[in-house]
């Protein structure tokens, strides 16, 4: 049998997404020994109920002494406190990788505390759900997943390498970007889209009593939709919010033009506006589809 891509992997936070790889790396035998180190002892706890980890606690000393492969899954408003508590304890020769939703900001507060003896490759799997903590996780998540590698220039390639195997031996496939391009990508693809599903949400909630039953009641699948996304957690989305600061604050901005475009059609009766963009929009659907099945 050969030997397994890392001795010990240590999973920094055991939430949706590190409890996932925790199920994942098992599977496909990808750690000798998989261990984390989390806040809250009750998440410890869970996790060693589940049996998804070998060891838990959050005394990074212990943790980290063993640990080729450190995979920081925290919410990205906690990855300078990461920082300062696993740097001093890092083994010299690891790899420290992370799956925040964001990337240019847990560089700029994780890196300054790693030791110049690590490898740091930032990553973020395009794959997630709407719960979150350890129970949550499933093997399967990352499965024809993308995900996104961010590493700075001058990283080992050998490092960059030992991450795309981790990631592709899960089922994902690997794109690598630079960290501010990810961050304008997914304030598109991703952040605006869940600030709109917290809005709408949050409007149909404020609306009086009757209409609001009325919308519980009738809620036809668009609404639904949004009331999934709109059911993320809140402190991983307000660290998110937080911490892309610039680029949603400019993608929000063309948004509202677009909106106000579209207002303004409604009110003047602009059929052809009205028509000519939804045609536009149904043709961006079908293009996702067709590259997913090409
Ligand atoms: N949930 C999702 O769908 C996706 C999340 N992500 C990113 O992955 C990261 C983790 O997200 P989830 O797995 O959903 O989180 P989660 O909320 O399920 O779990 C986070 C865990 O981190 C622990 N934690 C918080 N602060 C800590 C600290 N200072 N030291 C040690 N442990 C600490 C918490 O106790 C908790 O167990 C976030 O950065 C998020 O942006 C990325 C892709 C998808
Ligand atoms: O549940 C959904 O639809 C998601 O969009 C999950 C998700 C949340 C955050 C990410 O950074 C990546 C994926």
Redesign the pocket.
Known sequence: MSSPLFGTICL????????SIARAARLHGLAARIVT????EQ?CETALRLGIVDAAG?DPAALLAEADLIMV????G?MA??GQ?IGPHLKAGAIVS?????KMAVVRDLLPHLPDTVHFVPG???????????E?GFAELFQGRWCILTPLPGTDPGAIDKVTQLWTAMGSMIEIMEPLHHDKVLAITSHLPHLIAYTIVGTASDLEGDMQQEVIKFSASGFRDFTRIAA??P??WR??FLNNKEAVLEIIQRFTEDLTALQRAIRWGEAETLETHFRETRAIRRAIIDAKQA
């Not at 992370?98 to 964001?102: E, F, K, L, M, T």
């Open positions: 920094v936070g055991i939430g949706l997404i590190n409890s180190l989390d806040a809250s998440a959050s899954g925290t919410p990205v906690a406190a990461v508590a992370d799956v925040g939703s964001v973020h799997p395009i794959a997630g759900t709407e719960h979150s903590g350890p949550a993320s957690d402190i991983m660290d998110i």
